[in-house]
């Protein structure tokens, strides 16, 4: 049953896009409803992202660089990780409510439409402070780093993959909730652990914890590479980075569609208005 | 018998918190996480030559924020609840309860965050001790350490309070909890002591409440001194009868705005 569901729900990429930006449209016109709610959720968002520059300025005001790492190097950083995260939760509201969505069976609802059910849930729920967090990374960037058109077009890209390697990532943690039932505190701790780790330069861990960071937890493909690319551009370095996006997006979007036939609905009656 | 009801308040909300035991080590593993990236850092930048400050090395630097973030992850999250009764009005039905709502809510904050802290001193010990080894610390002072985190953790009470119950007047308070957040971390000292910021910064630091949170208990554990211990005290003790009375003061103009219809 779920399976027909599920080749049911496959769209094409146009179609998605289209879907994507209706859903969007209509959360931004709801959250605008509460306009000083909506207001100050991005104006203090991206106020508070600038705060955190503040630490980095302490130390490089002490030191050149750490391990290679210089300010600029992580005001990018930060610029990218802010876009991909802003991106990710205004447009995927639901990216972290996965686990939580699938332990109380509300999967139900996403599952009689003929949608993509993943694509679905994820767009159906937006957090405005996100537009906060774009505005940051967009700024900071535009503001600490040099600008050209190349760079700006290369930030962007990066940012897209990085925020694609994001979801795909915390979809994954969150499908876990199909093996275990309940997989809240986990799921959140790992997204929790990919943002941690990308709020520091990659130059400072080193062997085993690297090597994970590179693959188990792929902070390095959200947060380091794009640095790399933009320190010193590199079309094999791209393309691996695009590759791993999207590699990461078929995976995450698999592994949840073989997730969904271990799902068990819920008999929580639930009214969308 | 006041003292012993709200102390009954802590009690409860202390054991019910041992029924989310895995939450509170969920809390845990982020502490540790964050202790962990901060080892690599402060030793890298130990290691690096350039980075000295007087008396603070890597050890000093991590047991620093064993402390700090100790004190930060460890204090309960009573902002959002209080927002949400404030804005659902539920209010209405605990300020019938034969106890003051702030005190009420301070007794629960007590029991909560006891727990935490329990756990983040065993978690954020074992990290350091592994990491850096023990602190260079005279156990003759762990009570005046332990007297300026429990002020500490006292002033964040009444910080929260206000901002909480700033729900009377405005749609939504998170903005201004995430501001308070940042402003822990910058003027609070959260990562780094007062030692590595600018003269002008520390000096606005030490003259606003957030230092008093955080980075006051932490150089005491680090580096004791008893004037210092003394000065921070006097801050500690004034800053919260200030935020006390601004809370109650809050408290007493929002209720007065409470309308509630129907049941």
Redesign the interface.
């Given at each position: 049953m779920a399976r027909g569901k599920a080749r049911a729900g496959r769209i094409g990429f146009g179609e998605a896009v289209s879907f994507v930006c209706a859903h969007f449209k209509f959360n931004l016109a709801s959250a605008m409803e509460?306009r000083?709610?909506f207001a100050?959720?991005i104006?203090?968002?991206a106020?508070?992202d600038f705060?955190?520059l503040?630490?980095w300025w302490?130390?490089f005001?002490?030191?050149?660089d750490?391990?290679g790492w210089t300010f600029r190097d992580v005001i990018t950083m930060q610029s990218v990780v802010a876009l991909a995260f802003g991106l990710n939760v205004s447009v995927f509201g639901n990216l972290h409510r996965i686990p939580q969505l699938i332990a109380r069976g509300q999967l139900d609802y996403y599952l009689l439409l003929p949608k993509d059910p993943l694509l679905h849930m994820l767009v159906s729920r937006s957090d405005m402070s996100g537009f906060g967090d774009m505005a940051f990374g967009i700024a900071a960037f535009m503001m600490f780093t040099p600008v050209s058109w190349q760079r700006i077009i290369l930030f962007l890209a990066t940012g897209l993959a990085a925020a694609t390697v994001y979801a795909s990532f915390v979809t994954v943690a969150g499908s876990l909730a199909f093996l275990m039932g309940n997989a809240q505190?986990v799921g959140?701790?790992l997204a929790?652990?990919m943002v941690?780790?990308s709020g520091?330069p990659g130059s400072?861990?080193k062997g085993a914890v690297r090597a994970l960071l590179y693959s188990a937890i792929p902070v390095g493909f959200f947060a380091y590479v794009p640095v790399e690319l933009l320190r010193n551009f590199s079309w094999l370095l791209f393309a691996g980075l695009m590759a791993f996006a999207a590699c990461s997006a078929i995976a995450a979007r698999a592994l949840f569609r073989a997730g969904l036939r271990r799902y068990e609905s819920g008999n929580l009656m639930t009214v969308r208005a | 018998m006041g003292a012993a009801r709200y102390l009954s308040i802590s009690r409860i909300s202390f054991r019910s918190r041992t029924a989310y035991i895995m939450d509170v080590l969920a809390g845990s593993f982020f502490y540790a996480l964050i202790l962990f990236v901060f080892v690599q850092l402060w030793t890298t930048l130990a290691g690096s030559g350039h980075f000295a400050i007087e008396g603070l090395g890597a050890r000093e630097l991590v047991w620093y924020m064993v402390v700090t973030e100790g004190i930060m992850l460890g204090r309960a999250r009573i902002e959002q609840e209080t927002d949400e009764e404030v804005k659902t009005g539920s209010i209405a039905y605990l300020i019938g309860r034969p106890c003051h709502y702030v005190l009420f809510k301070f007794a629960v904050y007590w029991g909560d965050t006891l727990l935490r802290l329990i756990i983040n001193v065993a978690v954020g010990s074992l990290v350091a001790l592994i990491a850096v080894g023990p602190p260079r610390f005279d156990q003759a002072h762990l009570l005046q350490v332990v007297v300026s985190a429990v002020l500490a953790f006292s002033l964040n009470f009444f910080m929260v309070m206000c901002i909480s119950l700033a729900a009377f007047w405005v749609e939504d308070t998170m903005p201004f909890r995430w501001i308070y957040s940042k402003l822990l971390f910058i003027l609070g000292g959260l990562f780094a002591p007062m030692e590595v910021y600018p003269a002008a910064v520390a000096r606005l630091a030490r003259a606003l409440p957030f230092s008093y949170m955080l980075y006051a208990p932490a150089r005491l554990f680090v580096q004791y001194d008893t004037a210092l211990f003394w000065r921070i005290v006097v801050a500690q003790v004034g800053w919260i009868a200030v935020m006390a009375g601004l809370t109650f003061g809050l408290y007493g103009l929002g209720v007065k705005r409470i309308n509630v219809n129907g049941g």
């Open positions: 509460y000083w709610s100050s959720q104006v203090l968002m106020v508070n705060m955190l503040f630490f302490l130390i005001s002490r030191v050149p750490i391990a505190t959140a701790q929790q652990a941690t780790f520091y400072l861990f | -």
